[in-house]
């Protein structure tokens, strides 16, 4: 085989392996422009809600799903609402078996989940490691 025949070819792998390693590097020694334009990037959130009156969306968020307690599909919006946000702080008795206490640290709300129907059981302001077992049936 000729060496002509190759040349476009490695041609092309050493263009595309230098444009790889030079992109590292220029990661890897400038990460504080990384940071800054990720930040430039993230919108503001707001604090808090403009006047005592108006709720947050989280507020509102944990009102609906205290209504909807008891009712099939209350764990997926738990799940969607709080994602990430949801720390396990126990288990006990009840619901269908088992039910689970998931603390929310940003929210200082605790929820009792049961995860045979998808279900919260309970909801409560605080950190609840047991709830009442009248509460979680």
């Avoid at 049961?114 to 047991?130: E, M, N, P, Q, S």
Wanted: net charge positive; charged share 20%.
């Amino acid at each position: 085989m000729n060496i002509k025949s190759l040349s476009p070819l490695l041609s092309s792998v050493a263009l595309v392996g230098f444009i790889g390693v030079t992109d590292v590097a220029v990661r890897s020694f400038a990460p504080q422009f990384q940071s800054s334009a990720i930040a430039e990037a993230m919108p503001v959130k707001k604090a808090q809600a403009d006047s005592p009156s108006e709720k947050t969306e989280a507020q509102k968020h944990i009102e609906t799903i205290t209504k909807n307690k008891g009712q099939i599909g209350g764990g997926d919006q738990l799940r969607r609402w709080f994602f990430g946000d949801l720390m396990p702080l126990g288990v006990q008795p009840g619901g269908a078996g088992m039910v689970v206490s998931l603390y929310s640290k940003t929210h200082d709300v605790t929820f009792s989940y049961c995860a045979t129907y998808d279900v919260v059981v309970a909801v409560k302001k605080g950190r609840v490691v047991t709830f009442p077992a009248n509460e979680v049936k």
